[in-house]
């Protein structure tokens, strides 16, 4: 616990996570602590096994600076591409 990565992902500016509770292969929460464009942003990553294969369950949540009606699915967006596309990559590199 305690572990603090900057994260680098445009199109937004780099931020600070600090893990605030990990569990060795099952759970790691994380929040956003420097730089961020969203406020209250944590993370929670479960991890679980299910016939020889790891399964993420990622999610994410924070609030938005700005009160704006769109600005959430925008950031939500930002988020969420790069992500999934990291995740994608690697469910390729290391499939059966």
């Not at 700005?66 to 591409?81: H, N, Q, R, T, Y």
């Amino acid at each position: 616990m305690g572990s603090v990565r900057r994260v680098f992902s445009f199109p937004l500016p780099a931020f600070v996570e600090t893990v605030i509770t990990f569990e060795p292969n099952f759970l790691m929460e994380y929040v956003v602590s420097k730089g961020s464009p969203i406020k209250n942003h944590t993370g929670r990553m479960e991890f679980s096994e299910e016939g020889g294969v790891t399964r993420l369950c990622y999610f994410i949540d924070f609030d938005p600076r700005l009160p704006f009606m769109l600005l959430g699915p925008v950031l939500k967006s930002a988020i969420e591409k790069p992500i999934r596309k990291s995740l994608e990559k690697l469910s390729k590199r290391y499939a059966p």
